[in-house]
Every structure is written in structure tokens, then in C-alpha cells.
């Protein structure tokens, strides 16, 4: 699963709500925005449209450039009227900077045999995608697709013909090399396990997977402990990575030349975030749960206890015995409560140690990503850990491996790799607001809005955006959930395009939309998302207000 991890915290109807936008921000406080009028529309509201012949897999009849303006739109039967809410507030974004707009396709639009599922519908949507002058789309490289049956055998045969509709059609793509399994979590409607030989070896050496302290494990992604352990067929998982990354730099050269991908997004855990595997639905993890540590794999334990003697406390070298289970509330447990074991002695040098396996992982990868991908940018995807964030420990992150409490900052860090490896940040959750989290879940002391960049002075901790902005890296950014309001499209452009920033510094690279679907598409929908769109590319189109 590539969508952003944050999508599987049950976030509450309240986020596609109208509510007051919540400014805490004392470095780019938001000036009043100018009343719009409001008004209503008169639309159609089914969702079901009419059935129509479609392409069996692998029709080679289709051609998406045969007619640019021959879209079949999904009928609607049932008029409604809509209330796109009176009163808004909102800033007029013609001029602003131009944020290229990119739509994640479905997970499922590649099937196990690597075949490109019903061609003809997906034509028709990318047209209709074309017509709101999206740039691009994003389309994830499934490792368990691709070498799914034997080391070194790779099978790109789907994605080929993917990247040709894709092409013959204008648009860009975004790839994400995809190094995880799809399925189990909420919002996932597929299921994409890890490469059959991978598993099979997982069987008889389970330690290649993450653990948590009961050794209860996952299949989502291959620890980290096994980087450099040729455990896998003779292979160690850095060259494994390689190995499918080089195979698709020479297979889609063309498309590298021709400039069709934009942007390779490197997939470095659980969700292709660069995460540890610590909220787990799987193993019973709920909203709002601080979650594991994962470091009980033999493995990721032997690297612990080494670092711990070359420490001079060889004691040190266990995990946490008091940090509680899954679901957990921080001032429950001995190791996160205010003033616990995470600020002392041998919580520092466990979180310390903990965060570095993962940007050492990062960096790693990312550095044969460069190596693989010369010319063309790279992205690494780092998710929207916002639960207990207005706590002085921060547990949700800490057990995720960011070590961000009270005023240490836990992403410049990263940050700093990133630029070191000439690769962009892409984060998550743009669309959410802190007063939604108070309000229908108070017991997690959540901040999504203090997370990406604005400044709760009771805790003051760096914000991801700014932590890359100051790195002087490109920032990418995506939504959580699905987004068809304009309070959540409102809320995503003043991420993008802060206001206060008169040197225009601080604004999005890019930005994906999760994610194509038929509700998208609906027409009242799809009439908002385009005037999204416009305003991300500095076009204000007062006829769509």
C-alpha cells in the first residue's frame, strides 16, 4: 500500500466537514482572506455510471490518443443541490506559483500477472483527468508484481503498456518503486504480498521481517536489519532493491528520455513510507494507539546490542520493557509518561540508536536510487505521525523512529539525508485540521496542522515542511484521506502556497491527489477538483466559485 499511512487512523467525518481552520502559526500567521459569495449548484448525484462495453486486459484496440475530447462521463440521474457551504473565506491564488497536480491511479489497476486491468475505462478516466489540465499521474511499481516468482526475473509487461496510454495521452508520471506489501490495512481494496520466493524464504528464517517485543511480525516489508545480510537467495536486500530498480531504468529508458517520468518516489517501508512497521492493524493496532518498537528481529537486536557495548553499557542493549503495547496511551506506560524512561539515560541512547537504522536505511537506498536513476529527480515519503503529538514525549513518533521530543527535532535529521542524496521530501496529510482531531477524538492530542508546519508554543517541536525548507530540499505533499470538499482542498493550497512569504521560498513542488475514483468523478465532485487544480496552478477561475 502506497497511500499515506495516515489513512488508516479512522480519521472522522468531521475532516470533510466545514469547520474554522485552526491558526496556532508564529511564523507565517494567515491574513483575513476575502469573503466569497456563496452560492449552490444543481447537479446530478448518482455515482453508478451506465454500463458500457469495456477492453478485455490487454485489448491492443485502445487508443487513447485517438480523440482527446471524446469522454464518456459516468452518468448522473437523480438531480441534488449541493451546498458548497456559504461564507467561506477564501484567497484569490491568481499569479501565486504554478504546483503541478498529479492523481495516484488505483492500486489495483495492475493485476498479479502483471496485465493492465480493463484498458478502455481507464483511457476514458485519464481523458477526463486531462480535461481539468491535471499534469500527470502517479502509478506504484509493486515489487510483488514484478519478481514475483524468482530472484533476478522480472516481468514489466503491464506496466509497459500502463506507461504508453499514459504517454500517447500527454501526461507525466510519477513512479513509486514500491518495496512492500499491499493489503490488511483500512482503505486497502487489494491484496499485493511481497515476492513469493521472498515469503517462502520468510518461512524458514523469519527474522527478515520486523518484530515487536512478543516476536509477533508482519509481512509488510523486510527489516532493515537485513540490509547487508546476503540472506535473501545470496543477495542482500540493498541489492535486491537495486536489482529491480536497475531492471526498470533500462527497461523504460524511452520514457526517461522523452521526459515522460518526472520523478522516481523510492518506497522505504512499511507503505512506502519511511516508517518502522510499528502501527500495525494486523496486530491489533487502533486510532489512536501509540504503537511498538520494532526491533526484536535478530537481526536489528544484534546491531542494538553492539552499538550498546560500543557505547560502554552493555546493559543498554535490550529494547523497552516499560513502553507498553499497541494500543497504549502515553502517560499509561512508564517509558512515555511525562517525565519517564524516554528522557533518561537509556531511553536516550535506545532512541537515538533506533532512528538512526532509519535514516542509515534511507540513505543507503536512496544512494543506489541515484545510482539506478541518473538525471531523473528521486523522493523519499515520510508519513503524518500527528497522534500525541501535543505531548512532551510524542510516543506515536518515537515508536515510528522519529526521535522528536520536547525541542529536539526529529526531521532535520532526515532532512539533511535527503539533501545529501538529492532527493525531494514527499509528506502526507495536507488536508487535515487540528480542530476536527480535538473534537472527535480529544483523548489523542493530535496536531496534524502542528505537524506540517505551523508552532504549538507549548510544544515546540520543528515542522516537517519547514525542517526540509530549511534543508533547501523540494517538498511534495499529498492528502490522507479522500478529499471532495472545499474545506480540505482550502486547507491543502494554504500548505502549499503559505501566505507571508514574500520571498516565495515556501511552497509545494508537487502535489498527488489520493486518489482516482469513481466518486472523483462525479460531477460535482470533479467540478471542485478542477477548480483545486487551477488555483494549485495560480489560475483563480471565478466561473467554478
Not at 528464517?205 to 509477533?216: K, M
Not at 535486491?240 to 517501508?269: D, H, K, P
Not at 518498537?293 to 553492539?306: G, I, R, T, V
Amino acid at each position: 500500500m502506497a497511500a499515506a499511512f495516515s489513512s488508516l487512523v479512522g480519521q472522522p467525518r468531521a475532516i470533510l466537514s466545514a469547520s474554522p481552520t485552526v491558526s496556532c502559526s508564529q511564523i507565517r500567521k494567515p491574513a483575513n482572506f476575502p469573503l466569497q459569495n456563496s452560492r449552490f449548484f444543481l447537479v446530478n448525484s448518482s455515482s453508478v455510471p451506465r454500463t458500457c462495453t469495456m477492453a478485455m486486459v490487454g485489448d491492443d484496440n485502445v487508443d487513447p490518443a485517438r480523440d482527446d475530447h471524446s469522454i464518456n462521463w459516468p452518468s448522473y440521474d437523480d438531480p441534488k443541490v449541493v451546498d458548497v457551504t456559504p461564507g467561506l473565506q477564501e484567497r484569490d491564488f491568481r499569479g501565486t506559483p504554478y504546483i503541478p497536480v498529479y492523481v495516484m491511479l488505483p492500486m489495483g489497476i495492475i493485476n498479479m500477472e502483471c496485465e493492465i486491468v480493463d484498458a478502455n475505462n481507464l483511457v476514458n478516466q485519464l481523458k477526463i483527468l486531462k480535461s481539468a489540465k491535471v499534469d500527470g499521474v502517479v502509478v506504484e511499481c509493486w515489487w510483488g508484481i514484478v519478481e514475483a516468482h524468482a530472484p533476478k526475473r522480472y516481468n514489466w509487461g503491464g506496466y509497459k503498456r500502463l506507461f504508453e496510454i499514459v504517454r500517447d495521452l500527454n501526461l507525466k508520471l510519477r513512479v513509486v518503486m514500491s518495496f512492500h506489501e499491499c493489503g490488511g490495512n483500512v482503505g486497502d481494496d487489494v491484496h499485493i504480498p511481497l515476492p513469493r520466493w521472498v515469503t517462502e524464504i520468510g518461512y524458514k528464517n523469519p527474522d527478515i521481517f520486523f518484530a515487536d517485543r512478543d516476536l509477533r511480525r508482519t509481512h509488510e516489508c523486510l527489516t532493515w536489519g537485513i540490509d547487508k545480510e546476503r540472506v535473501l537467495r545470496g543477495r542482500t536486500a540493498l541489492e535486491v532493491y537495486f536489482g529491480l530498480m536497475r531492471s526498470f531504468s533500462v527497461e523504460f529508458i524511452e520514457f526517461f528520455e522523452n521526459g515522460v517520468i518526472s520523478e522516481i518516489e523510492i518506497g522505504l517501508g512499511p507503505c512506502g513510507e519511511l516508517r518502522y512497521p510499528s502501527h500495525s492493524a494486523k496486530l491489533g493496532w487502533k486510532y489512536p494507539g501509540i504503537g511498538e518498537f520494532q526491533c526484536y528481529d535478530k537481526y536489528l537486536f544484534n546491531s542494538l546490542q553492539k552499538a550498546a557495548e560500543a557505547s560502554g553499557s552493555s546493559s543498554s542493549g535490550k529494547g523497552p520493557w516499560n513502553a507498553g503495547s499497541y494500543n497504549s496511551k502515553p502517560q499509561k506506560t512508564e517509558f512515555f509518561r511525562d517525565g519517564g524512561e524516554y528522557n533518561r539515560f537509556y531511553g536516550r541512547f535506545f532512541l537515538k540508536w533506533y532512528t538512526q537504522v532509519l535514516i542509515d536505511h534511507a540513505d543507503q537506498v536512496l544512494g543506489l536510487a541515484n545510482l539506478s536513476f541518473k538525471g531523473t529527480p528521486i523522493a523519499a515519503k515520510l508519513p503524518g505521525i500527528y497522534w500525541w503529538r501535543n505531548t512532551k514525549s510524542g510516543a506515536a513518533e518515537l515508536t515510528a523512529g522519529f526521535y522528536s521530543v520536547n525541542c529536539r527535532d526529529g526531521y532535520s535529521p532526515i532532512a539533511s539525508m535527503l539533501k545529501k542524496r538529492e532527493a525531494a521530501l514527499n509528506f502526507t496529510c495536507l488536508e487535515l485540521h487540528t480542530v476536527d482531531q480535538k473534537k472527535d477524538f480529544p483523548q489523542a492530542l493530535a496536531d496534524p496542522e502542528g505537524l506540517v508546519w505551523q508552532v504549538n508554543m507549548d510544544f515546540p517541536k520543528l515542522q516537517v515542511l519547514n525542517a526540509a525548507w530549511e534543508a533547501n530540499i523540494p517538498v511534495a505533499g499529498e492528502n490522507a484521506r479522500p478529499c471532495y470538499r472545499r474545506e480540505g482542498y482550502n486547507k491543502i493550497l494554504e500548505n502549499a502556497k503559505p501566505m507571508n512569504d514574500p520571498f516565495g521560498r515556501y511552497y509545494l513542488s508537487a502535489f498527488t491527489y489520493l486518489k482516482l475514483s469513481p466518486t472523483l468523478l462525479e460531477k460535482h465532485n470533479f467540478m471542485e477538483f478542477e477548480r483545486f487544480v487551477q488555483m494549485m496552478h495560480g489560475v483563480q477561475r471565478n466561473n467554478l466559485n
